[in-house]
C-alpha cells in the first residue's frame, strides 16, 4: 500500500468551470477526510466520511461543493462553477475507526484563472 | 479556532536539539495533544500525540506539563529533514478525529 493518493497533483480551470478531484484512501481505512489549505494557512477541515457515510460538514463547503465517497473506498470532491477563492491545495486523509493517526495525501492544487 | 498558541517560526542548527513549545491553557480532561508537521509540498504527517504521561517514539519525544497547559515537541538532535511546519492540535478524546490547525511554528533548521 503506497498512502492516501490523490489525483490529479494539479489542476488549472477557468473562472466558472467545473473540477473533480478524486482520492483513494488507504486500503480498509473506514474514515475518509477533506481539507482545504491556503497560503500560510494550516489546513481547515471540509468534510469527513465513514465508510460511504458523510457524516459532517463544514459551514465552508458551500453548495457549490460535493463529496462522495460510493461503496467506503475512494472519494471524489466536485466544484461547480469555481472561483477564484476556491484556488487552493486539498488534502485527503484517511484513518482507522478509533485509530489516532489520520494519514494525509500530497493534495491536489488547484488554481482557478 | 484552534485553541492551542504556537510561535510563529523558530531557529535550529543541525545535531542540536529543538523544543517547540505549544500553550493549550483551556485543554480539558479528555483533550489529546497531537502533533503533525507539514514538509513543503507535502501532506501533513503525524509525528506524536499524548494525554498527561510524557511519549517518546522513533521521531520525537512529546513532555506534557503537569496541569496540561502546556506542552513541549522535541526533536532530539534536528536533521535538514525536519524543516516544517509544526501543528499541535486538540483533539477530543471519543470524537470524530477532525483536526483543527492552527498556523503552527515554521521550523528552520540551519547546516
Known amino acids: 500500500d503506497t498512502g492516501v493518493s490523490q489525483n490529479p497533483r494539479h489542476k488549472i480551470t477557468k473562472r466558472g468551470q467545473n473540477v473533480t478531484f478524486r482520492c483513494d484512501p488507504i486500503s480498509e481505512h473506514n474514515r475518509l477526510y477533506w481539507y482545504r489549505q491556503t497560503l500560510g494557512q494550516g489546513p481547515e477541515f471540509l468534510t469527513y466520511f465513514q465508510n460511504e457515510a458523510q457524516l459532517e460538514k463544514s459551514r465552508l463547503l458551500s453548495d457549490r461543493f460535493s463529496a462522495e465517497r460510493p461503496k467506503g473506498s475512494f472519494s471524489t470532491l466536485e466544484i461547480q462553477r469555481t472561483e477564484q477563492g476556491d484556488s487552493a491545495m486539498y488534502l485527503c486523509a484517511s484513518s482507522l475507526l478509533g485509530n489516532t493517526e489520520a494519514f494525509f495525501g500530497q493534495g491536489t492544487r488547484l488554481t482557478v484563472v | 479556532d484552534a485553541k492551542t498558541t504556537q510561535p510563529n517560526s523558530m531557529e535550529s542548527n543541525e545535531e542540536e536539539p529543538v523544543h517547540l513549545p505549544c500553550n493549550h491553557s483551556?485543554?480539558?480532561?479528555?483533550?489529546?495533544i497531537h502533533w503533525y508537521r507539514q514538509l513543503p509540498s507535502q501532506g501533513p504527517e503525524y509525528v506524536i500525540h499524548?494525554?498527561?504521561s510524557n511519549v517518546n517514539n522513533r521521531m520525537a519525544s512529546l513532555a506534557i506539563a503537569e496541569d496540561r497547559k502546556s506542552s513541549t515537541l522535541i526533536l532530539h538532535r534536528a536533521t535538514l529533514r525536519d524543516a516544517a511546519v509544526y501543528y499541535c492540535i486538540r483533539l477530543s478524546g471519543g470524537s470524530n478525529y477532525k483536526l483543527t490547525f492552527g498556523k503552527g511554528t515554521l521550523l528552520t533548521v540551519n547546516p
Open positions: 499524548g494525554l498527561t
Open positions: 483551556t485543554i480539558s480532561g479528555t483533550d489529546y
